[in-house]
């Protein structure tokens, strides 16, 4: 079964620095895709980027961009120029299998920026 | 553009007490989903529909849980006799498929607390 595994549960960063935040994933499907999600203190869910598994190009958007080794099965997210309102949880997540309607989470990356 | 909206944004109520979700999804989204988020954990999947079709359904959603999207717009998600354990963020998502990229897009999420 599809399993996502983020082991760093909190992270500091100073702001205006670069931050990595890990995600290794495990899956038996060939093509899938990976999605980073943003949680703030309010809850909603916020989308910040997708990689494809067969994208011959890591997935860039904005400051966020994404570390993607597909041997290693890893998709970190890197966030450049760290602001104080990237401070919250940061979400992977994968398809759980076919199509991308059931997708699970990993427990998630708490972010805190410092001034 | 309007995104996924949900009502009410939170609810206290009492064990035993039935409660009831609302959650409007992007007007032109076909694939409605539901999630559960407890303290600590990454969303867990529930269930989602395609048009007003509910096409699946976790174990986690007990027969106390029932959901509906009777004209393929918004959708409901019910509790009936609520337990201390139902307490958590209930979180809807839509999407539609336009490539072979699909990305869900959340709401701000119900936050439940029983008592």
């Known amino acids: 079964a599809q399993k996502i595994t983020q082991t760093q549960p909190g992270m500091f960063v100073q702001e205006k620095e670069a931050v990595t935040l890990d995600c290794t994933y495990d899956t038996s499907d060939q093509s899938y895709g990976l999605f980073w999600y943003k949680q703030p203190s309010s809850g909603e869910m916020i989308f910040l980027i997708y990689?494809?598994?067969?994208?011959?190009q890591n997935a860039t958007e904005g400051r966020y961009s994404l570390n993607f080794q597909k041997a290693r099965k890893s998709a970190n997210l890197v966030i450049s120029a760290s602001q104080l309102g990237d401070s919250a949880m940061y979400f992977c997540?994968?398809?759980?299998?076919?199509?991308?309607?059931?997708?699970?989470f990993g427990i998630g990356t708490k972010l805190q920026v410092i001034p | 553009d309007t995104g996924v909206s949900q009502d009410p944004r939170h609810k206290i109520t009492k064990r035993g007490q039935n409660v009831t979700f609302r959650c409007d999804p992007i007007?032109?989204?076909?694939?409605l989903y539901w999630y559960r988020q407890t303290l600590g954990q990454g969303p867990e999947f529930l269930t989602y529909?395609?048009?007003?079709?509910?096409?699946?359904k976790s174990r986690l959603l007990s027969d106390r849980f029932s959901a509906e999207r009777p004209k393929g717009s918004f959708s409901t998600l019910e509790i009936q006799r609520t337990e201390q354990g139902d307490s958590a963020m209930y979180l809807c998502?839509?999407?539609?498929?336009?490539?072979?990229?699909?990305?869900?897009?959340f709401g701000p999420g119900t936050r439940l607390l029983v008592l």
């Open positions: 529909f395609q048009n007003e079709a509910q096409l699946e």
């Open positions: 998502a839509s999407s539609t498929r336009q490539s072979a990229q699909e990305t869900q897009y």
């Open positions: 007007s032109e989204h076909n694939r």
């Open positions: 997540a994968i398809p759980i299998s076919g199509g991308y309607q059931k997708v699970t």
């Open positions: 990689q494809g598994s067969y994208d011959e």
